[in-house]
């Protein structure tokens, strides 16, 4: 299958997945934290596959490649935030292990796709 736009990515549909997965695992975070950790978590998983689409349609590798980069590092931002929410008990970590190995899946999926384009 070729690549139309963005949506055909698999890195783009399973951050997509991801985003689904932080909000309705953040719902259940403390009131108070709704301008904090929660608003945190929520735009870095949707920085995800918000930089992937854009860098997709910026129809340049070394674009592309850039803003992969970006959602590398949003991966990281939403690793870390989701950790210490569980570390400060805000959210359970048995409902966050489905999250962590989607997180992971992205995470392999965004470097793989980094590295194939790098190949040319």
């Not at 904090?36 to 129809?59: D, Y």
């Not at 935030?81 to 999926?109: H, I, M």
């Amino acid at each position: 299958m070729s690549v139309r736009n963005h949506r055909d990515l698999v890195v783009w549909q399973k951050g997509m997945d991801l985003v689904v997965d932080v909000y309705r695992v953040s719902s259940a975070m403390p009131k108070e934290e709704m301008y904090g950790l929660t608003n945190q978590m929520r735009r870095a998983a949707v920085s995800i596959p918000s930089n992937v689409a854009e860098g997709h349609g910026r129809k340049n590798d070394n674009e592309l490649l850039r803003f992969l980069s970006y959602s590398q590092g949003s991966l990281c931002e939403l690793d870390t935030q989701l950790t210490a929410s569980e570390r400060l008990g805000f959210l359970d970590g048995s409902k966050l292990s489905p999250v962590f190995s989607l997180l992971e899946q992205v995470t392999k999926l965004a470097a793989a796709f980094s590295a194939k384009i790098k190949q040319g």
